[in-house]
DNA sequence: CTGAAAGCGCTTACAG
DNA sequence: CTGAAAGCGCTTACAG
């Protein structure tokens, strides 16, 4: 493999210049910018990353700590990931992914190692023993989830508790007053899956203030036990008219419930879920949901975490969390209830 | 951050001493060890994995490309990557995901500027560009899937041909006489899924052998086109009792599709799929299928791969394709044909 | 069994 | 505007 003494042999200058002229970094005269990009042609000449990280400090590569739970629902994570690798690459970096049950030994792995610039941690949880590594590592890092402490990061996550506020209203004016909020299982909770009561909590509140009742039940995340507790659940609650779904193997096992029970929305039932336009897509989900928006929230993570990387040395940006707002993706599942039940 | 000059002045040795002790390469004495041990902890000392590439030329990274293409299923691809990425884990490797459209130019990059030891191809097509930059490169690769032109190459698939014939005659065996199969979409065809035309060039050859009918018909690779797709397919041939799927996103949309007609399986139709078992359930596929075991060929690929890394130097061990056979996962889909139709 | 030295391939002050 | 030199943090013959 050609080195950059190659090319500066080749083109007749000095590794310096040719440096210079690669990176552009000094003014170089002309005809030594083309003797030297002529020689890099003739080479087939790129830089060495391992040499050029040694030496600059910097890996032009971001760790994506993504966690694969056996009680989660992995295609849901697989957006994420896109939506970070794609942003990544825009600004020139690559994804080093780590998938490792382990997350914090794998943090402090790639971290310490120096193998990359900075870190993108996915599925954060209230208590994050990731947290800890990040915080000692030299590197900066973005979370998308909100931990129970996020002092001195940068966090971005949908805003849950104003959308289940946004899921109650807008069944409260249709005129529902028999809600029922399906969520994550247990253990999501129990592991930290803050997202699971911020969201409940929320809409808890905004329906007592409205004057309706909402009830919660949680469901597993996985076939074929989510398709038993659903339509367990629905039994359970003949008279509820409007049904929040915070669960995405639930939001998948719903049509065939529905089927099995004879029942069809929003005829018999509204409908509002949460999760992305592409899960819906990819599951034929029918039902009008709030936009988890994975794409939109890795990007702005990683454009947050490159802003940082990039501007070691300069203004310290303070840290922070950023929500963004949830939006009501309407699929038509939503109604005014029946009057029968 | 700790060098390994630190680890030596504080133990007391050479900086070669430390590193051999690190190492293990060399036999070192016990007390020393003790020593740089020690002073390993007492710094929280981590090599630098640039400096350490630089050195020995090995940056313990494997390459991971995998192509995320609008009209094919994304979630089928996950089971892959973690199949791989798993694997490579276990045996010492971190995970560079590269998943941008020009797969040939990623993998140029990758290689030529020395970021990873070896690569995993994903998808690979009927006439793959990457195949060119693979075997130009000086590290090795494995390929899941299939091309054309293997020559040189390490590649492992399942056998497609072999599931095609394993459907059909599966079917047969219970007294189908009238087969359909619904493939992939054309385009998949025509950008080289050669494992749709392997499949289905079987699976006539084997109804023809056994004196029945088999027809073909293509669907979407996405919704809500597949469930058109899929109701217009059942719609065009009422005689139909037996149904191959080779389409993960059309297995999905079936369910809902015989719902919506009244059929069921098997009292109505019998239906074999091509698809992961995991795939089923996080679907919750109740149709018998062929298992694609996108976790095995992930391992097999990964172990085949660090085999070459780690023996650059020594036997030339032989290229090859290596087919996994495919197995029916029964899920009760399949019986005898309804005297009826 | 240990250490001094060279080298991996780059970048970057610094002198000219 | 260009080049000689030092340095990034490791490993690895080689001499002792």
Redesign the interface.
């Given at each position: 493999?050609a080195t950059i003494g190659d090319v500066a042999r080749v083109a007749g200058v000095s590794r310096s210049t040719a440096s210079n002229v690669l990176s552009g970094k000094k003014v170089t005269s002309p005809e030594i910018q083309v003797r030297v990009l002529a020689a890099v042609e003739q080479l087939?000449y790129?830089?060495?990353?391992?040499?050029r990280?040694?030496a600059t400090s910097q890996?032009m590569?971001i760790g994506?700590l993504a966690q694969?739970l056996p009680d989660e629902?992995?295609?849901a994570?697989?957006q994420y990931?896109?939506g970070v690798?794609?942003t990544a690459?825009e600004l020139g970096y690559?994804?080093?992914?780590?998938?490792?049950a382990d997350g914090a030994r794998a943090l402090k792995?790639?971290t310490?190692?120096?193998?990359v610039d900075g870190v993108v941690l996915l599925n954060v949880a209230d208590q994050d023993d990731r947290l800890e590594v990040l915080r000692a590592a030299?590197q900066p890092g973005a979370l998308i989830g909100l931990p129970g402490d996020p002092r001195d990061l940068d966090v971005f996550d949908l805003d849950f508790a104003e959308a289940g506020r946004l899921m109650v209203d807008h069944l409260v004016r249709l005129g529902h007053r028999e809600l029922l909020l399906v969520s994550q299982p247990e253990h999501v909770v129990e592991r930290g899956g803050a997202y699971v009561w911020r969201l409940q909590d929320a809409a808890l509140e905004e329906a007592e203030l409205r004057g309706v009742r909402l009830r919660t039940a949680s469901a597993a995340a996985?076939?074929?036990q989510v398709?038993r507790d659903i339509t367990a659940i629905l039994d359970a609650h003949p008279d509820v008219t409007g049904l929040l779904v915070h669960n995405e193997a639930a939001a998948?096992?719903l049509?065939?419930a529905l089927?099995v029970r004879g029942l069809s929305s929003p005829a018999d039932l509204s409908v509002i879920g949460r999760y992305s336009d592409e899960f819906a897509?990819?599951?034929?989900l029918p039902f009008s949901s709030i936009e988890s928006a994975p794409d939109r929230l890795g990007q702005l993570a990683v454009r947050q975490l490159v802003r940082r990387i990039e501007s070691r040395t300069g203004l310290p940006e303070p840290h922070g969390v950023r929500f963004i707002s949830p939006e009501l993706v309407d699929r038509g599942s939503t109604g005014a209830p029946r009057p029968g039940r």
């Open positions: 493999m087939g790129t830089p060495n990353a391992g040499a990280a040694l890996t590569v994506l694969f629902f992995a295609p994570m697989l990931i896109l690798s794609n690459r690559d994804i080093l992914l780590v998938s490792e792995r790639i310490d190692s120096r193998m030299s996985q076939q074929p398709g998948a096992a049509p065939s089927h897509r990819t599951f034929s």
